[in-house]
């Protein structure tokens, strides 16, 4: 649709309605294999090679083979679904090759759906804990769409939005549409996203430039890649919207070049847009010019930061610089620019579509709409969600994530990434938003949720994220490189047996220097995890300085494993896959364990048969 201009594309979007369902009805049966990031890493490429590879052989014609995005299930990729004419939809987990075969034959050609390898079939669907308390906006083509098909996406609406406002808005309405939708940036600091663009659009200076951030570096964090592997022209949809508002003529995408398959898919996708006439210097015969390049970041968790992000894409070293003047007044190459972080982006487009009141209707007073969550962590549905703000974490991780692997005990959820806190079981029925997270000493973040069981330590999990952060920091100012590494000097020494009374107050007294003299939002919030878990897990603290223990059992230096010796059958098992052999004993004889030898690796308690349990990890000083 070359030059397709505002009044030609309803036509286009029936026209690609009436070719899908077409095209669909042609066929007995589709079968949609989920290639997001995490079904590939489990094996999806070579469960579409099979389904690929039966269909050649039987010479099957009338089944259509085709591959979306991440279905939101990651703990059951390989996913897989199956829709037949005049049968349920069915969704898949767990499927392997041969299983892929049996499925082919049993299903879509025998009509019977197999049910041992189905998470769902037909309105079963929908009554999926997993899937029940979600409601998807920004995720709503995911799994649905090929996220190649432009046709597929404007069958679903796609473009729209774009189409609405170039035909009858004036950039000052979206502005405004935007700001009574309550829409805050997804990114972590959830700034009013309609207040940034207003800003932007009242500086005089020119060119205007927008920048999509998908850098995204929490550890277990993926959202934003998911969104461009599974839906990339929601994105250029509303960054174009967003371009249209503020005056901009540029925008960059800044997507963390470990995301190849997120790479490919949106370049893919601007090609589609610009050779479509949805990129470009005459946008839908609107006059209206905008365009859009790729630009990678090499991972380092500062460029999340706004100036720091600026100078990686100028190719200076990416360090953030004071503020202000803000980026929406001085930006790249010194022009007024609008950072938003691609869930934002991706959200604008349904907003406009839809309008304000409808998006203000979902969430809280001051936390409007929908947020998505990477859930990971010690929970039996690892995966990717979005929810109405205000959900309970109890509804998260009990109801959406189905609980604790092996019914372990909840003790804590960290939310916010890194530079977020950890909340205790007692704060389980804290509303997800803004500023109950904040007021937690925690934070929304850009969306990483990180569930916590009863054999983690939380003077541990502190030390990890101080760890990281502290190799994340760009070294700039004094604060938050020399504090972090004090911060990590005193953890690891407590982590070790070797805490001195007087650490706790230290590490307080450092942790607010930190967050208040630190330039940017790394510094500022690297204290987060340590100060939320010294106020909530203080005990722990305490039990690692003046017990020398680790109430957890998890913190190698200040734990032992035993044998009993009313237990000890003499088996022999442990002795034998001991990997430095620091087990002694005859068969049939009770063994020991030399303690100067043993590296605390566990195996020896993994292969104590459960029936003799002869061997315990126990806490307290190395003998």
């Known amino acids: 649709m070359p030059g397709l201009s505002c009044d030609g594309f309803d036509k286009k979007r029936e026209e690609a309605r009436r070719e899908i369902s077409r095209r669909d009805d042609s066929f007995r049966g589709r079968i949609t294999v989920h290639m997001g990031t995490c079904g590939i890493a489990a094996g999806a490429r070579e469960v579409l090679s099979s389904f690929k590879e039966e269909l050649g052989k039987d010479g099957i014609r009338d089944v259509r083979l085709s591959t979306s995005g991440c279905a939101g299930m990651c703990s059951k990729e390989p996913m897989v679904t199956v829709e037949s004419a005049g049968g349920p939809i069915v969704l898949y987990g767990d499927i392997t090759p041969d299983k892929a075969v049996r499925i082919l034959k049993d299903h879509v050609q025998g009509g019977n759906p197999v049910r041992e390898y189905a998470l769902g079939v037909g309105p079963e669907l929908a009554g999926i804990p997993f899937f029940r308390k979600q409601k998807t906006i920004v995720l709503r083509n995911r799994g649905v769409i ?121 370049d893919n996708a601007i090609t589609q847009a610009r050779e479509h006439g949805l990129l470009g210097s005459d946008i839908l015969g609107s006059g209206f010019g905008f365009d859009i390049e790729i630009r990678e970041g090499s991972g380092a968790f500062v460029c999340g930061e706004e100036s720091s992000l600026i100078h990686s894409i100028e190719g200076v070293s990416p360090e953030p610089r004071q503020r202000p003047p803000f980026p929406v007044q001085v930006g790249i190459w010194g022009c007024p620019t609008v950072i938003n972080n691609v869930e934002t982006l991706a959200t604008v487009p349904a907003i406009l579509l839809h309008g304000a009141d409808w998006f203000s209707g979902i969430g809280t007073k001051t936390s409007k ?61 804290l509303p997800v938003d803004y500023e109950s997270l904040a007021q937690a000493g925690s934070m929304m973040g850009s969306g990483g ?56 107050e230290f590490l307080e007294d450092l942790c607010l220097a930190v967050k208040d003299a630190s330039m940017c939002g790394l510094g500022t919030t690297i204290p987060n995890p340590v100060l939320s878990t010294m106020k909530y897990f203080r005990e722990e603290y305490e039990a690692h300085i003046a017990g020398k ?57 993994e292969v104590c048969p459960p029936k003799v349990s002869a061997i315990v990890k126990v806490s307290g000083e190395t003998e």
């Open 369 to 429: 709409g929908t947020k998505i969550f990477s859930l990971v962590g010690a929970i039996n549905n690892t995966g990717l969600i979005e929810v109405p703000m205000g959900i309970t974490l109890r509804e998260v991780i009990f109801v959406v994530c189905g609980g604790l692997q092996g019914n372990r005990k909840f003790k804590a959820v960290q939310t916010g990434g890194p530079s977020g806190g950890c909340l205790p079981e007692s704060m389980i029925d």
């Open 146 to 266: 090929d996220p190649d098909s432009l046709d597929e996406c404007i069958a679903r609406d796609g473009y729209s939005a774009l189409e609405k406002v170039l035909r009858g808005m004036k950039p000052e309405d979206v502005i405004e549409e935007i700001k009574r939708s309550g829409l805050r940036g997804r990114g972590g600091a959830g700034f009013p996203t309609g207040r940034k663009w207003e800003a932007c659009r009242a500086e005089e200076k020119t060119p205007k430039y927008l920048i999509g951030n998908c850098d995204e570096g929490d550890p277990g964090a993926y959202m934003d890649r998911s969104i461009f592997e599974s839906d990339p022209h929601a994105v250029i949809e509303g960054m174009t919207i967003a371009a249209y508002a503020v005056g901009a003529s540029h925008g960059y995408f800044y997507i963390r070049t470990e995301y190849p398959l997120a790479v490919r898919s949106a």
């Open 549 to 605: 223990k680790c109430p957890a059992l998890a913190c190698r230096s200040l734990i032992r494993y035993h044998i009993l010796p009313e237990k000890c059958s003499g088996c022999r098992l442990c002795l034998k896959n001991c990997p430095v052999g620091a087990i002694a004993g005859e068969l049939k004889h009770i063994h020991v364990i030399d303690q100067s030898k043993c590296t605390k690796c566990g195996v020896c308690l």
């Open 449 to 504: 949720m990180i569930v916590i069981s009863e054999d983690s330590c939380m003077v541990d999990i502190a030390k990890f994220f101080v760890q990281f952060t502290n190799d994340e920091s760009c070294g700039k100012c004094v604060t938050c490189r020399d504090g972090s590494d004090a911060m990590l000097e005193v953890l690891t020494r407590i982590t070790r047996g070797e805490g001195r009374q007087g650490d706790m």
